[in-house]
């Protein structure tokens, strides 16, 4: 790597972060003057304080001038431009004057529409194994699904100060460096870089006690960003090139998982919110917040170890790396109530014994 290209990351990483460092201050006091706060309610919500939200609005003014000095244009750009722009304009709207999911959803998936058909970033076939799946006809609809995936991801593990900045963060490094290794310049080359800096700015005042929230506005945008950068990788789409992306954003991903499930098994509207996140289950032994984010921190930037692991021609190190971290994820899901209600299960096993006693 050049000295010249060393100067250029360091730049698209520090002008969005002092940027967004400096203009967050002005955003927290427009969001209160306009009501777009977060009110302590109890139940999931941990802060105690009045919150303002919005923070995403810096995130994604530091993306718009980091682009503005470091970007080209094109007409994938342009795609990404509206429909960053569209994701922004719904969460504000829902910071404001909280909107349905099927509000929401139609603003996300307008936005989606837009990069898939107007941006032409389509995942058009996935080879595995030898195997080449083409997806013609479905092409534009399981890029879609990718896309709404990622948003919803980021959005859903949204509930403690720090943690969707901070996952975002460990995959728009892990991308950045993946590209610099690949030997990469292009458009998510810079994306990547820009969006590092933006989200780092804005865990200035994030993370725990939190001054701002980022809001709908920020999780969704960050999650479209993160969509758009790794659909501008999928140049040849191999199993494992589309895999490398998600395995960094392996606990919001398993954490959406597992709420789909959770609810499912309950028969509970997937799209409610509730307590049982990953988060709230470390949060119920007794860990403080801070102390949370980094276990949490720590486990998604050792699956993005294992990318960049794998990247550098050592797949069996990183199949290992894998293996060993999604064993542990699923031991703790195993012992908490992140799927299965534990103290449910054990009152039917002493039941059922109890019922095996009688009868013997």
């Given at each position: ?126 080879t595995a194994f030898g ?129 789909i499930l959770r609810r ?97």
């Amino acid at each position: 790597m050049t000295q010249e290209m060393i100067v250029k990351i360091i730049g698209m990483i520090a002008v969005p972060f002092l940027f967004v460092v400096s203009i967050i201050p002005c955003i927290r006091k427009i969001a209160f003057q306009i009501n777009a706060v977060d009110k302590p309610r109890g139940g999931r919500h941990l802060h105690k304080d009045i919150t303002p939200k919005m923070g995403g609005l810096g995130i994604f003014l530091g993306f718009l001038l980091g682009y503005m000095l470091f970007g080209t244009h094109s007409s994938v750009m342009n795609a990404v431009l509206i429909g960053s722009f569209l994701v922004i304009l719904t969460g504000i709207i829902d910071d404001i004057t909280e909107l349905t999911s099927l509000q929401q959803f139609i603003g996300q998936l307008g936005a989606a529409l837009v990069l898939v058909f107007y941006g032409g970033l389509l995942i058009n076939e996935l080879t595995a194994f030898g195997i080449k799946i083409e997806f013609g006809f479905f092409a534009p609809f399981v890029t879609l699904f990718f896309i709404l995936g990622c948003i919803n991801c980021i959005n859903l593990i949204d509930g403690v100060d720090g943690l969707s900045g901070g996952i975002s963060s460990i995959y728009f490094f892990t991308t950045g460096i993946i590209a610099v290794i690949q030997q990469k310049s292009g458009l998510d080359f810079v994306l990547a870089f820009v969006m590092l800096g933006s989200t780092l700015g804005f865990l200035v005042y994030n993370f725990h006690p939190a001054m701002i929230f980022v809001g709908d506005c920020g999780s969704n945008f960050m999650g479209f960003m993160i969509s758009v950068i790794a659909l501008l990788g999928f140049k040849n789409v191999t199993l494992t090139s589309l895999f490398i992306p998600l395995l960094i954003l392996a606990i919001p991903i398993l954490d959406t998982l597992f709420a789909i499930l959770r609810r499912a098994l309950k028969h509970k509207p997937l799209f409610k919110a509730d307590a049982f996140h990953i988060h709230h289950q470390l949060l119920n032994r007794n860990l403080s917040v801070r102390t949370t984010v980094l276990i949490i921190y720590i486990i998604d930037a050792l699956f993005a170890f294992a990318s960049i692991v794998y990247v550098l021609n050592d797949a069996k190190l990183g199949y290992i790396i894998y293996g060993i971290l999604l064993f542990i994820v699923f031991v703790f899901v195993a012992k908490t109530n992140i799927v299965f209600d534990q103290e449910e299960i054990k009152k039917k096993i002493q039941e059922k014994t109890k019922n095996f006693k009688k009868k013997s």
